[in-house]
T-cell receptor
Framework: AQKITQTQPGMFVQEKEAVTLDCTYD???????LFWYKQPSSGEMIFLIY??????QNATEGRYSLNFQKARKSANLVISASQLGDSAMYFC????????????FGGGTRVLVKP | NAGVTQTPKFQVLKTGQSMTLQCAQD?????MYWYRQDPGMGLRLIYY???????DKGEVPNGYNVSRLNKREFSLRLESAAPSQTSVYFC?????????????FGSGTQLSVL
């Protein structure tokens, strides 16, 4: 079974600084995908970034980048130049062949950006 | 652009009552999902439907039933609601359910069972 662990329940970050959100995963699949979603206080789930297990380069989407370390089974999200609107819950998730490509989510990390 | 639409947005039930959560997507997606989110926790899969006419259990299916009415609609039914089913419910869809496919989520239904 695949498992996602987010060890940081909450964190503060100063506006304009970078923040790294930790995510480790466990799977026996060779082929899998890693996702990050943002959930603002309004409640909707917003897709941020995706990394495939065979992708050699780290994924980037604007201010978001995924620090993928396959040997360590980690997929940390880096948000650069934090903005007040980045205050939200962030969820790491993975898909894998053994689970029929269905997403398994971590417990989330709450980020609060301070002005 | 509607995307994934869930109704209702809020619901309060008494223990033992039944209700159906409705979900519809207009993106011609094959795969649809129901997740629940409990306070301080991530999303857990209740049921999913890989294609029209098929449904399968997820991680936490007990107490729920689903119907994939057609390609667009996937409903979740609570036959006899229990306080443990107090949660936020999300419907989601994806094109073919492939490994690299992101999910598109509805806005959620906040359900309280008293």
């Amino acid at each position: 079974a695949q498992k996602i662990t987010q060890t940081q329940p909450g964190m503060f970050v100063q506006e304009k600084e970078a923040v790294t959100l930790d995510c480790t995963y466990d799977t026996s699949d060779q082929s899998y995908g890693l996702f990050w979603y943002k959930q603002p206080s309004s409640g909707e789930m917003i897709f941020l970034i995706y990394q495939g297990s065979y992708d050699e380069q780290n994924a980037t989407e604007g201010r978001y980048s995924l620090n993928f370390q396959k040997a360590r089974k980690s997929a940390n999200l880096v948000i650069s130049a934090s903005q007040l609107g980045d205050s939200a819950m962030y969820f790491c998730a993975m898909s894998g062949e053994a689970a029929g490509n269905k997403l398994t989510f971590g417990g989330g990390t709450r980020v609060l950006v301070k002005p | 652009n509607a995307g994934v639409t869930q109704t209702p947005k809020f619901q309060v039930l008494k223990t033992g009552q039944s209700m159906t959560l409705q979900c519809a997507q207009d993106m011609n997606h094959n795969s649809m999902y129901w997740y629940r989110q409990d306070p301080g926790m991530g999303l857990r899969l209740i049921y999913y439907s890989a294609s029209e006419g098929t449904t399968d259990k997820g991680e936490v299916p007990n107490g729920y039933n689903v119907s994939r009415l057609n390609k667009r609609e996937f409903s979740l039914r609570l036959e006899s609601a229990a306080p443990s089913q107090t949660s936020v419910y999300f419907c989601a869809s994806s094109g073919t359910g492939g490994l690299n496919e992101k999910l598109f989520f509805g806005s959620g239904t906040q359900l309280s069972v008293l």
